[in-house]
């Protein structure tokens, strides 16, 4: 730890331990999918979310336990609007109809009466348009990280852009794999707030990445003719940390300080913010300071010597043969 701190760390040695690192917690978080699966949130599947104002404290599990026992498929939590806190109901499936909405407020207004549950708006989606809304997020997603791959490959064009542009948006999609599992093992339903951490995420870890390339960039014209490109690389990473830790301790401290109070509030849908991008913003370190640059150099080598190869090939095609006298 002391070396990695004072800028004597192997970055590149000790590569292959985090792509285990990384393929250990790719195998965790496809268990925990395969077992428990993937929630959606009616913003995605389709339904009703209906939301109440209150006064008191409710208890939210006995509230779902009431509507699930009265024949609705709910989920309950708490949340905020416009600074006024609120109970959200999501109910799956077609929009309710008067019966059914009839239905439900007679058993918010027999059990909590004394909360005085008031209407604060509600609304229907299809089970279509969720799946459409769905499909938009994901497209937007790959256009984001298409524009990426085409700013890092033109910023970083003198160092090989399109080698380091790859394994930039790789370990992009590392960061919002981590981002998903974190969804699914803290049982989170996929919603909106999904799509919001993906975006930030894609800000931050490209940011990361950015700052090593960008010292890789420096080095190799200060340094391109007594160093390898390895050396180079490994300079750049024990050069970069401490800006990256000190940027990841301070995002990491507030949003662990958002997501404590939004526990112990109650506060879930703030919860399914903060906490997936807990877990996203260090991931971002982790891919950018292990595992991008150290696998990109990887391939970067292996162009410089299949070009080497290629001018010596050609050099000695255009060498004059000599004739033999007999």
Not at 257 to 270: G, N
Request: hydrophobic share 50%.
């Amino acid at each position: 730890m002391k070396n990695w701190w004072n800028g004597n760390f192997d970055y590149l040695k000790s590569r292959k331990i985090c792509w285990y690192i990384s393929l250990g917690l790719l195998i965790v978080g496809i268990l925990f999918n395969v077992i428990f699966g993937t929630s959606l949130d009616v913003t995605f599947r389709g339904g009703n979310e209906l939301q109440y104002s209150y006064t008191g404290e409710v208890d939210i599990n006995k509230l779902q336990s009431d509507l699930n026992a009265a024949g609705f498929k709910a989920t309950v939590r708490k949340a905020e609007s416009a600074n006024t806190p609120v109970i959200k109901i999501s109910i799956p499936g077609e929009a309710l109809d008067a019966t059914a909405k009839a239905d439900l407020t007679k058993v918010l207004n027999t059990n909590f009466k004394d909360n005085k549950l008031t209407d604060a708006g509600s609304q229907s989606l299809s089970p279509t348009m969720g799946s459409l809304f769905l499909l938009k997020c994901a497209v937007a997603l790959l256009i984001a990280a298409a524009f990426l791959l085409l700013y890092v490959g033109i910023r970083f064009r003198k160092i090989g852009g399109i080698t380091a542009a790859l394994c930039a948006v790789a370990a992009l999609f590392h960061d919002m794999i981590i981002v998903y599992f974190a969804f699914v093992i803290f049982r989170i339903p996929l919603n909106d707030n999904f799509v919001a951490v993906l975006l930030a995420i894609l800000g931050y870890s490209l940011n990361s990445t950015i700052v090593v390339f960008d010292r890789i960039r420096e080095n190799r014209t200060l340094f391109g003719k007594t160093m390898s490109l390895p050396e180079i690389v490994n300079l750049s990473l024990n050069q970069s940390v401490r800006r990256n830790v000190s940027t990841t301790v301070t995002t990491v401290s507030a949003m662990a300080a958002v997501a404590i109070v939004a526990v112990a509030m109650s506060l879930d849908s703030v919860v399914s913010f903060a906490v997936p991008l807990l877990f996203g913003l260090l991931s971002g370190f982790y891919s950018s300071q292990f595992l991008c640059a150290p696998t990109w150099v990887l391939w970067a080598v292996k162009e410089e010597e299949a070009k080497a190869l290629k001018a010596k090939t050609k050099k000695s095609a255009k060498k004059p043969v000599k004739k033999v006298k007999k």
